[in-house]
């Protein structure tokens, strides 16, 4: 039996709205096909296996300055997660947070860093991606576009329209969502620094030494981040709130 275009998009449609859920700290509608509890122990195996495989550094300054910003920020998260935050021996200059506050730094972006807040700046985005449930969120919208572009292949059986609707998702939809969960852990992120009492303006100065490390050469629409000047701009225009909360946390 093949179906319309129509009736495809109904298909869809009902999927995405039966799983809508909401961005705590932003309020903005959500597709969310993935348990929480789901998505905290895959987080958790994931995480185990990572320290596993990897160097990791204790004791040392750096470490305590991994702990000591990690733990100001989780404390201002409002979320009653198992957090924990290791420094991982690597010349990535990266971090990431996984579902249930486990958080990895890469020594290679301290030098980016340079002190507590640049620290902040990054332990804020990539916690924020975490309280926003980003993660399973992506997997949702990758079930739900395999789930249409099933759909698809048997309705039409045409390999190329196949084809163009995997590009096209892709381009069209995957890669700029990417680029606005970015901008909303940014956002996110920016708060969580303010309120745990380091100066979102920093944030500024932070991207801008980011900007100078290197990067992807794709054109903007292929990218899943933000170009560095777009990602600048947003957060300069979100620094008035943020800026709120840092003075009442009892920044100066």
Known sequence: MKLSFREILIVLLTAALAACATVGPTGRHQLMMVSESDEINMG???????????????????????????K???????????????????????????PGGKVA??????????????????????????????????????????LGGQILGAATNSAALSQAYGVGTTVGLALPFSRKQESEADDIGLILMAK?????????????RMSKTGGSSQPAFLSTHPQDANRIQNIQSHLPEAMQYYYASGGK
């Open 196 to 208: 745990a009492g380091y100066n979102p303006s920093k944030a500024v100065d932070f991207w801008q």
């Open 105 to 146: 730094v890469y020594s290679g972006i301290l030098p980016v860093t340079k002190d507590d807040t640049g620290l902040a700046v990054v332990l804020g985005h990539e916690i924020a991606h975490a309280l926003a449930r980003h993660g399973a969120e992506r997997m949702s919208q990758q079930s739900l576009l395999g």
């Open 44 to 70: 958790a195996q994931q995480y185990n296996q990572i320290k596993a495989q990897s160097q990791i550094i204790k004791g040392t300054a750096a470490d305590q300055q991994v702990q000591r910003v990690g």
């Open 72 to 98: 100001k920020i989780a404390a201002v998260a409002g979320k009653n997660y198992a957090w924990e935050f290791i420094l991982i021996n690597s010349p990535q200059v990266n971090a990431f947070c996984l």
